[in-house]
């Protein structure tokens, strides 16, 4: 069924088609007895405790769909046992000029330089906090993914991590720090080991000063060096990083089905779904070996099926984040997945 709808959502703008979609979600939920149905139909039950935390599954949405926080209760209804919102800045930001979402059909990929359009801190906390008060009893966990303003200096942008951690910090679960998109200018050299060693010792140092410290982790990218694998693997250590997100998205063009000319047309930005699945599997498992299983993993990059998630799992995560297989496979995906592994 899904397959004849995406057909005719494929004719359109992708993103028009996701704000489209989600708020059609979003009106059907307000019928009491028509989200009850969708409950029935989506949700599955696989829980797993990671990171002190209690995940009634362990398949999670990955940032960038719900940059806002303003779709919680439709993911849940879904059946995601875990959401991340954002990226989220200090300060509200467009992002970067439209179109900046494309799909590549033929490669079950996406392509997106989004970046980092959200509502900011203050409005997205806000949100958090009134959606925390009308659902007292819910049981999916929020992630928050934090990131600098593009306005914000590399040298600065502690502050703004600080600043999104502060105000995220009674509303999440845990965190994540993102410093590997490639669709804010020099984003990715906050990846070197001193830059990061920096963020980090001002967010454990502001973590530790709570009552009850949330888990942090960093997302980065599948294109990283192996020099730079190991130093983000050594500052883990130094700073009793909580985790890793492997991977975000890559900019990589190599061994595409697309039309090249289609490729070159469609411009700069980070390339997800299938052609990033080898790639984030081989680093996750490079990771893990070099880890001894001692770092918390959340495996990331196309997954579309339960066999996907099982080569992650396998390889040494401990839950895994669909983002482009939501696009393609349809809202079945989370469930799908999560009876898959119960077996």
Not at 142 to 160: C, L, M, P, R, S
């Amino acid at each position: 069924m899904y397959n004849i709808i995406r057909q005719f959502l494929f004719l359109f703008d992708p993103e028009k088609v996701h704000y489209f979609s989600m708020n059609a979600l979003k009106f059907i939920c307000k019928i009491g007895f028509i989200k009850s149905i969708l409950k029935n139909s989506f949700q599955s039950k696989n829980p797993k405790n990671v990171l002190g935390l209690s995940f009634v599954n362990p398949v999670g949405l990955g940032a960038g769909f719900d940059k806002n926080a303003a779709y919680l209760t439709e993911l849940e209804t879904l059946g995601f046992g875990f959401v991340e919102i954002g990226t989220v800045t200090p300060k509200p930001q467009s992002g970067n000029e439209k179109p900046r979402l494309f799909r590549l059909p033929k490669d079950k990929a996406l392509i997106n330089r989004m970046g980092f359009n959200n509502d900011g801190v203050d409005i997205i906390a806000n949100r958090l906090s009134i959606w925390r008060k009308e659902n007292p009893k819910t049981s999916l966990i929020i992630g928050g993914n934090i990131g600098k303003n593009k306005i914000t200096e590399n040298e600065d942008a502690w502050k703004d991590y600080e600043i999104c951690f502060n105000g995220l910090f009674d509303y999440v679960d845990y965190f994540v720090v993102n410093v590997s998109s490639p669709n804010t200018p020099g984003l990715r050299a906050l990846q070197e080991k001193d830059a990061l060693k920096n963020i980090f010792s001002v967010l454990q140092k502001s973590n530790l000063s709570k009552k009850n410290p949330k888990k942090i982790l960093l997302k980065i990218a599948p294109d990283l060096t192996i020099e730079q694998v190991n130093d983000i693997i050594d500052l883990s250590v130094e700073i009793n990083l909580d985790g890793l997100i492997v991977s975000n998205t890559t900019i990589d063009r190599s061994d595409l089905i697309t039309d090249k000319n289609e490729i070159e047309k469609i411009g700069v930005g980070g390339l997800s779904g299938l052609p990033v699945k080898t790639k984030s599997t081989e680093l996750i498992k490079y990771i893990n070996d070099k880890t001894g299983g001692k770092l918390c993993i959340i495996g990331s990059g196309g997954i579309f099926n339960g066999k996907d998630a099982i080569e992650k799992i396998n390889a040494g995560a401990s839950l895994i984040q669909v983002w482009t297989g939501f696009v393609y496979e349809g809202p079945a995906i989370a469930k799908r997945i999560s009876n898959f592994l119960k077996h």
